[in-house]
C-alpha cells in the first residue's frame, strides 16, 4: 500500500464519483445505499505490483461475519489504473472492490453474477491484457518461442531450461527491450 500523490488523488475522487453515480442507476443495487461507498478511503497499490488490480483492506481484528463498510480500511488501486490508458477498465475493477465493500467477499456465482451487471462490457475483458502489460513493463527479459512466436516476460533468463507450454519448443531468451538500461551489467 502507497500513498496517492495529489494527481492521483485527483483521478481516485473523479473515478470514485463516476462509479457511485453509475451504480445507482444500475437496478441491481436499488436497494443499497450505495452513496456510502463515498466514505471508503481510496487508495493505491505499490507500483511494483503485477498480479493485483485492486484490493480491499478490513481493518485488523474485524469477525469475517461483521463486515460493514465502517469495518473497510481502504480500497487500493493499481496506480496504472489511473492512466487514460486503463481508464475504463479502473471504473470495472472500482466496481469489482465496491462490489466486496458491499458485504460480497467471496468470488463465487453471485459475485460474478453482481460483477457482470457493470455496463461496460469490454472493460471487464481487459483484466488479461492489464496483467500482461504489468508484467512487460517489469520483465528484464522474455522467454520466447521460435516455433509459435509466443513470449512469456520474466525477471531471470531461461537459459534454454524450459519449453513453450504450446508447442514443447525450448524457449530462447531476449532481453526485454524496454527494460535494457535497467539489466544487471554482468548479463
Request: some cysteine; proline content about 5%.
Amino acid at each position: 500500500m502507497a500513498k496517492p500523490s495529489k494527481e492521483q488523488s485527483v483521478h481516485l475522487q473523479e473515478l470514485r464519483d463516476f462509479v457511485v453515480d453509475v451504480m445507482k442507476d444500475m437496478p441491481v443495487w436499488a436497494d443499497m445505499d450505495v452513496e456510502l461507498l463515498r466514505s471508503i478511503p481510496l487508495g493505491v497499490l505499490r507500483k511494483n505490483a503485477t498480479q493485483r488490480h485492486g484490493v480491499t483492506r478490513w481493518k485488523r481484528g474485524v469477525d469475517v461475519h461483521s463486515l460493514t463498510l465502517h469495518t473497510i480500511e481502504t480500497i487500493d488501486l493499481h496506480p496504472q489504473l489511473l492512466t487514460q490508458r486503463w481508464r475504463a477498465y479502473s471504473a470495472f475493477v472500482l466496481h469489482h472492490e465496491y462490489i466486496h465493500a458491499l458485504g460480497f467477499r467471496e468470488h463465487n456465482s453471485l459475485f460474478r453474477q453482481l460483477e457482470h451487471t457493470w455496463p461496460g462490457r469490454s472493460a471487464s475483458s481487459q483484466g488479461l491484457e492489464f496483467t500482461e502489460f504489468l508484467r512487460r513493463s517489469k520483465a528484464l527479459w522474455l522467454w520466447c518461442c521460435s516455433t509459435c512466436g509466443k513470449e512469456f516476460p520474466r525477471q531471470k533468463p531461461s537459459r534454454r531450461r524450459y519449453r513453450c507450454r504450446t508447442c514443447n519448443t525450448l524457449l530462447v531468451d531476449k532481453k526485454n527491450p524496454s527494460r535494457l538500461n535497467h539489466l544487471p551489467p554482468s548479463i
